[in-house]
């Protein structure tokens, strides 16, 4: 698709079909989406890691609901055909992290900093992978802090290697 490097993205856990997913995902906004006669302007779309697609069987992104659920759909089985017609739905903002961070849980409850998003305002206050969040002290207050509405000035307590640091960053909606 070319849209896995040199833009932003958002850091997000696939959710789709087909066994074990990639543990994480990008989330992008492509320019426009074609199907046939329908566009779609800058919707969002989750892209796999090449490496990991093809260990998939060559799937690089999925149209999630968000995308499918604007269309009415129908197949034609024999002849192989899937047949597409724009519905009236309207589309459905899509959630992500605006502070481009992934964290997960370590056994011990604590946040750890385990991917940064490309264009990020976690990239451009300087978080690092790794990064272990000291405040907030559990991962999920460090969960709803991070998932506050674009525009909140958050200062983390970040554990860098046994060196407390202060990194500052806006929650941004930068997709």
Do not use: H
């Amino acid at each position: 698709s070319g849209l896995f490097t040199g833009r932003a993205f958002a850091p997000q856990r696939t959710r789709g079909f087909g066994g074990a997913a990639p543990k994480l995902s990008r989330l992008v906004r492509a320019g426009r989406l074609e199907l046939g006669p329908l566009a779609l302007k800058r919707p969002f779309v989750t892209l796999m890691d090449p490496d990991q697609s093809i260990a998939m069987g060559a799937i690089d992104g999925l149209l999630g609901l968000p995308i499918i659920t604007l269309f009415d759909i129908a197949t034609e089985v024999g002849p192989g055909k899937l047949w597409l017609k724009r519905n009236a739905r309207l589309a459905t903002a899509d959630p992500y992290a605006r502070s481009g961070l992934w964290i997960d849980r370590t056994p011990g409850g604590i946040a750890r900093v385990t991917a940064i998003g490309g264009g990020s305002p976690a990239e451009a206050a300087g978080i690092a992978v790794g990064d272990t969040v000291a405040s907030p002290a559990t991962f999920d207050a460090a969960m709803r802090t991070l998932g506050d509405e674009a525009g909140r000035e958050i200062v983390l307590k970040l554990d860098r290697g046994g060196t407390i640091i202060d990194k500052r960053l806006v929650l941004a909606d930068y997709l």
